[in-house]
């Protein structure tokens, strides 16, 4: 990370432009007081390139490298508050550490996070976003996201940031009884974003929220 971050912004970047942000989220819908003050007090702006900063309380997803993209706002409200319309997980295990945007949203809300990333250089770059923003309830770990953590498991809730063509058996043992996932299923282009809860034993119940688009979950772990 080279040189300090702006974290309070000015402009286009600045508290004010959060705040418009979830102004404009709460009239979509999200209406969860937690996610919105989330949404208000983590700045975008840091988790993507400063090239694209001005854009960066768009509701529009962006590109960061690696072919991989940063969740417009109004999906990464729309997921947190489906995973927390419960009550605060204590245990959250994200799949897809990405920009680490999701990641600081989720430790605002969440005892802890557990997030699994396959590329080593996205993760290294969340990494020191989430030190400057002082956020401690994070651990990391460079692997294949389709496996999840499961030595760290079982999780109260699981949200998985890039689209698998089923829900993976192995993120669901991973689901502690009462637990919910939420995720994007399906192939390349329009996927279901889904919550699966779990009963208390191997019972799933599955529902769509609506629908969405991400990048397919890809298997293997890569430095680059």
Known sequence: MSGK????GIGMTSQRARNRLA???AKEGIHHAGVLDALRTTPRHIFI????????????????????????????ATMTQALVAEGKPRRVLEVGTGSGYQTAVLAALVEQVYSVERIAALQKRARERLRALRLRNVRFRHADGGFGWPEQSPYDAILVTAAP???????????????????????????????VERG????????????????????????E
């Open 5 to 8: 971050l702006d974290i309070d």
């Open 49 to 76: 390139d400063e090239a694209l900063a001005h854009r960066a309380y768009d509701d529009t997803p962006l590109p960061i490298g690696h072919g991989q993209t940063i969740s417009q706002p109004y999906i990464v």
């Open 200 to 223: 208390d034993a191997d019972e799933f119940s599955q529902r769509t929220l609506e629908f969405v688009r991400f990048v397919p979950l890809v298997s293997g772990t890569a430095r």
């Open 165 to 195: 063509r089923f829900v993976p058996d192995e993120l669901k043992k991973q689901l502690a009884p009462g637990g919910r996932m939420v995720l994007p299923v399906g192939g390349e282009g329009v996927q279901e974003l889904v919550i």
């Open 23 to 25: 102004d404009r989220l």
